[in-house]
């Protein structure tokens, strides 16, 4: 069985800070995806990365894939109250079925 | 993009009845999905489908049963409820499985009293 555990489990700051959250396991996998989920909605996908070591940015977000393909970070910065959700981590492994984390929990205060 | 939708939002039923979600997609997409949403548990995984009248069992599929007749819809049917079934499911669909993004349903808040 493959597990992602996701850190922190919860997470307050204030608008303007940055942050970073993790996903690790002691599986690889081939692909390691992120979501965010807003109160009472689906997840939404944010980014997709494959290759290990892979950096992607989209606008104040970086996500990481780890060299070994068996972790990865989020980075935010400058949070925005807007920026507040769930986060999930999510691993694909060729045809199986998408592992997730349990998610982080993310307060922007403004 | 409502690609996806799911029906209903919410429901309160009581112990003992059958309960049917549903899960339609004008996506076209291959693969279906329905998860469960609990505190402390994360997403998990009940049943999912690689195509008309096929599908597989998730990690917790017990007590729940499924259906795809047709491409665009994915049922899931609780044959008697238990207040352990309640929690929020949601339905996902995807092109491929594994490597490819999920595209997910607004949810279903489920009450079982």
């Known amino acids: 069985t493959q597990l992602l555990e996701q850190s922190p489990q919860f997470l307050s700051i204030q608008e303007g800070e940055n942050l970073t959250v993790y996903c690790n396991s002691s599986?690889?996998?081939?692909?390691l995806q992120w979501y965010r989920q807003e109160p009472g909605e689906g997840p939404v996908l944010l980014v997709t990365v494959v290759t290990g070591g892979e950096v992607k940015k989209l606008k104040r977000l970086t996500f990481q894939f780890g060299d070994a393909r068996k972790d990865s970070s989020l980075h935010i910065t400058a949070a925005q109250p807007g920026d507040t959700g769930l986060y999930l981590c999510?691993?694909?492994?060729?045809?199986?079925?998408?592992?997730f984390g349990k998610g982080t929990k993310l307060s922007v205060i403004p | 993009d409502a690609g996806i939708t799911q029906s209903p939002r919410h429901k309160v039923t009581e112990t003992g009845t059958p309960v049917t979600l549903r899960c339609h997609q004008t996506e076209n997409h291959r693969y279906m999905y329905w998860y469960r949403q609990d505190p402390g548990h994360g997403l998990r995984l009940i049943h999912y489908s690689y195509g008309v009248k096929d599908t597989d069992k998730g990690e917790v599929s017990d007590g729940y049963s499924v259906s795809r007749s047709k491409t665009e819809d994915f049922l899931l049917t609780l044959e008697s409820a238990t207040s352990s079934q309640t929690s929020v499911y949601f339905c996902?669909?995807?092109?491929?499985?594994?490597?490819?993004?999920?595209?997910f349903g607004s949810g279903t808040r489920l009450t079982v009293v």
């Open positions: 999510a691993g694909g492994a060729g045809s199986y079925q998408l592992t």
């Open positions: 599986s690889v996998f081939s692909s």
């Open positions: 996902a669909i995807s092109v491929m499985t594994g490597n490819y993004g999920y595209t």
